[in-house]
């Protein structure tokens, strides 16, 4: 909210904190499964979820959680805490930053221990179903070879062998895996010393820096006074076939092209290449504190289409504190945009059935509100659903303590989970971490956006009984 502790925290965590999206979050297959064959949950079958969270997930007991991914039967969850627990229990496991729990029962896994100096805000499941890619704003630590970056073995948390990362000057909001590469964005600016502002990429066996990602961002937007931040990029997804990298953040141009706070890459084959695709709608300025206001992108299980999560301070008419839909063949026009009414929007998930999307807005339906309910606004704390077809508020309403925000939502086969800094869903005790199972059935799965293509990057790896994963 405008003029509010909370809002004003959220806009500026926002920028640093990586965004859990549906097409970046793929759930990999178990060590000894054939490579490319991960499946992303991003559909889920008849579509819709339970307003009432189950009652077994595991407790955080502070700071916040950024984002979880699945790997097999574990679920692994990343973010600025330092404690947790099992629903139910009164024993408290000190293991900041990063921690697994069984998918099915919510128990913690004792034997996954990894050791890192400061906040993760950013995972990604390698391909091999054994290791997990691991970004943040930590310095190092025994599962870290260097700052920022690091490749752990999901089983033990310990580091990766063979994985030295290229050194950066700055943390990495967001991973994903992409065609054989690696692909980060943060607020870095450069990479081995070289310019790569904000967006690079790496060989994910080796973690050395590559070339296939320079797309020369520049311009960092200003405030009504006129001062700036350094480039940087909150929110990145790849499209599920792979071929197209959509990325937003605080830049105003892209390869030299003008591209305000929002674009899209061609991978392909060798260098990333800009793509023609462009909007004008995130160029006007919001809220004259904040320059940039794009935080998530999630993209439809099908390609074709993604979604915009906004903050921004909610002026009328822009896309500011918004979620947009936007067609990769279209022209840049919105095809349609829910407004909160002036409270942020962090992140967004697409399924079959709806958008979900997260913050700590009050309302949706809410174009004509200004720090208030603007008539037709439904009330929608902290988390809600839109309806694909128009952005229409769905009735699913769990109703959720705002907090600064939802930073996380992930649609599986099973249900959705959503991770934040606060405590309490429908009216009961979740700690940072929540599970809507699914009503019905299970999902039709599509291709892994962040595996599927990246097979053989690491067939050399270690032995497969080295990793506690690969033998469950």
């Known amino acids: 909210m405008p003029g509010t502790n909370s809002a004003l925290r959220a806009r500026l965590l926002g920028v640093l904190l990586c965004l859990c999206l549906s097409a970046g979050a793929a759930t990999a297959t178990r060590a000894g499964a054939t490579p490319g064959t991960a499946r992303s949950p991003a559909a889920m079958a008849g579509g819709s979820v339970s307003d009432d969270p189950a009652s077994w997930t595991p407790d955080v007991l502070d700071g916040s959680v950024y984002q979880v991914i699945q790997v097999g039967g574990l679920m692994y969850a990343a973010g600025s805490f330092t404690a947790e627990r099992e629903a139910g229990s009164d024993q408290v496991r000190r293991v900041g930053s990063l921690f697994a729990f069984d998918a099915r029962t919510g128990a913690i896994d004792t034997w996954f221990r990894p050791r890192l100096d400061g906040p993760v805000t950013a995972l990604v499941a390698a391909p091999d179903g054994r290791s997990l890619y691991v970004a943040g704003s930590f310095r190092g630590g025994g599962s870290a070879r260097g700052p920022y970056l690091a490749r752990v073995d999901a089983g033990t948390g310990a580091a990766w062998p063979g994985f030295s990362p290229a050194t950066l000057d700055g943390p990495v909001a967001r991973l994903v895996l992409a065609g054989g590469r690696l692909i980060a964005g943060g607020s870095f600016q450069t990479v081995e010393g070289r310019p790569r502002p904000a967006l690079a990429s790496f060989d994910p066996a080796s973690g050395r820096a590559t070339d296939d990602v320079d797309l020369r961002l520049a311009v960092p937007r200003r405030t009504a006074s006129g001062a700036s931040s350094p480039i940087k990029v909150t929110a990145l997804a790849v499209t599920p076939d792979q071929r197209r990298l959509i990325f937003g953040g605080d830049f105003d141009r892209v390869a030299g092209k003008a591209r305000y706070q929002l674009a899209v890459a061609d991978l392909g084959t060798g260098g990333a290449r800009l793509d023609p695709w462009s909007t004008t709608r995130y160029q006007p300025q919001c809220s004259d504190h904040f320059p940039t206001y794009v935080r998530g992108i999630a993209v439809a299980p099908a390609g074709g289409w993604f979604v915009v999560a906004a903050t921004g301070g909610g002026r009328v008419g822009k896309l500011c504190d918004a979620v947009a839909r936007f067609e990769l063949a279209g022209n840049g026009d919105p095809t349609w945009v829910n407004w909160t009414g002036g409270d942020t929007l962090l992140s967004a998930a697409i399924t079959d059935a709806a958008v979900y999307v997260g913050g700590h807005q009050r309302w949706l339906d809410n174009p004509k509100g200004n720090n208030s ?86 067939a050399a790896g270690p032995d497969v009984t080295r990793s506690r994963v690969a033998r469950r």
Do not use: M
């Open 373 to 458: 309910a603007g008539r037709g606004a439904v009330s929608r704390p902290g988390i809600g659903a839109v309806a694909i077809s128009d952005g229409r508020a769905l009735a699913w309403n769990p109703r959720k303590d705002r907090g600064i925000g939802v930073f996380c939502i992930l649609a599986t086969d099973a249900g959705l989970w959503i991770t934040s800094d606060t405590t309490h869903v429908h009216g009961e005790y979740h700690a940072r971490i929540a599970f809507f199972p699914a009503r019905s059935g299970r999902a039709a799965t599509q291709p892994d956006p962040a595996g599927a293509t990246a097979a053989g990057t690491d």
